[in-house]
């Protein structure tokens, strides 16, 4: 694990881009391989579980740009660009950052949903990026989303019965129809509907009833893993709280784990044990949710979260108002992503060498990528 290329097998050659190079991740930062199942003791039922239920090691995703008439250069947009991170099992990961910034692309590819350009995606130890879609197919019942629009991520062709049994059928968890609609109504008692909206169309359905359907979809083949990809975010505020609520109380009653997407910061400290940072397609930084807004380390960060409107006074934060737009991930600034719009940028170093998510207090599990963080 010494070179900073990966090994082959961790690239999808269909979708490698020949001309960018791969993310460049010291050594520290980068996850361990797991022991071969040779070395492992006792068999698969009696081995104790990890921990860690996901791990993304140097994930990236590159979609190729259409070349100009007269450009030779081929470009990509860099959505995703060397993230690493771990999501224990039974825990609620919070990821927040501007639009654009690939929040939505990296939970699409821990799922497959999208083939990574490079990086791995582990799930109990087991890497996924090199399973065929046969492989898959199992997998897939342990690893779910719940989508962010109510409105399009449901058919409107088909009533509620269809659409949560669809999945129940694929994988066979039901022996007849019966037993299907029996499963369907279960879970939509899980979700707070009523069993007998079962064969009623979304259009019936208000906005926030659409998404405990989706969520009811979610939970249809028995998941241990769901990203959440905003999924409230088109819903009205007084909704908000009861779906929040719900997606709590179900992660309780059955262990779940989440990867939540959001760009409301007060919503992810309420529901998140850990908190990381996105900007221009990489995890800026990662901390426990009470250390991160109450000590933002990085100056990304601390522009995010002054903007928070804390009830609290002593909690209230200075605004730090950001100059400049978010560049171009398909033409990236050269060091640090994030130097054309920080204040305490350093000319000749922030914008030459790139800083890595390094631990500030060891043993905190508080990591930032920052040349100069507001160390306290």
Not at 338 to 365: I, M, N, Q
Request: glycine residues 8%; proline residues 10%.
């Amino acid at each position: 694990m010494s070179s900073s290329r990966p090994p082959p097998s961790d690239r999808l050659p269909s979708d490698r881009p020949s001309s960018v190079p791969p993310p460049s991740v010291p050594p520290s930062q980068r996850l361990s391989e797991p022991p071969p199942a040779s070395t492992r003791e006792g068999p698969a039922s009696l081995r104790p579980k990890s921990s860690t239920l996901i791990a993304v090691d140097r994930l990236s995703k590159y979609f190729p740009v259409d070349k100009g008439f007269f450009s030779r250069e081929e470009k990509f947009v860099r959505a995703v660009d060397g993230v690493t991170f771990r999501v224990r099992r039974g825990e609620t990961l919070g990821l927040v950052g501007e639009s654009g910034c690939g929040k939505s692309t990296l939970g699409r590819l821990i799922l497959r949903l999208i083939d990574p350009t490079y990086g791995r995606v582990l799930y109990e130890g087991r890497d996924l990026v090199p399973l065929g879609q046969s492989a898959m197919r199992p997998l897939r019942r342990k690893l779910q989303i719940i989508f962010q629009d109510p409105y399009s991520s449901l058919n409107p062709r088909m009533t509620v019965r269809q659409i949560v049994g669809e999945a129940i059928r694929v994988h066979g968890l039901a022996e007849n129809a019966a037993a299907e609609a029996r499963m369907v109504g279960e879970l939509l008692d899980q979700v707070g509907l009523r069993r007998e909206s079962i064969d009623r169309y979304p259009h019936e359905f208000s906005g926030g009833q659409r998404q405990r359907i989706g969520i009811a979809r979610a939970l249809a083949v028995q998941p241990e893993f769901i990203v959440c990809d905003e999924p409230i975010s088109a819903l009205d505020v007084s909704i908000q709280a009861q779906i929040v609520n719900l997606l709590q109380d179900l992660q309780e009653r059955l262990g779940l784990t989440y990867l939540f997407i959001s760009h409301d910061l007060k919503i992810v400290e309420h529901v998140s044990h850990r908190v990381c940072v996105m900007y221009l397609g990489r995890v800026v930084e990662q901390a426990t949710s009470r250390d991160l807004y109450d000590h933002p380390l990085h100056p990304y960060s601390r522009a995010l979260l002054s903007a928070v409107p804390f009830v609290d006074p002593g909690r209230r934060k200075l605004r730090v108002l950001l100059e400049g737009d978010v560049p171009s991930p398909i033409d990236p600034p050269g060091g640090c992503a994030f130097h054309p719009r920080c204040p305490r940028a350093e000319p000749g170093k922030c914008d030459v060498e790139t800083p890595h998510l390094a631990e500030v207090d060891l043993g905190s599990g508080h990591r930032v990528a920052c040349f100069h963080p507001h160390v306290d």
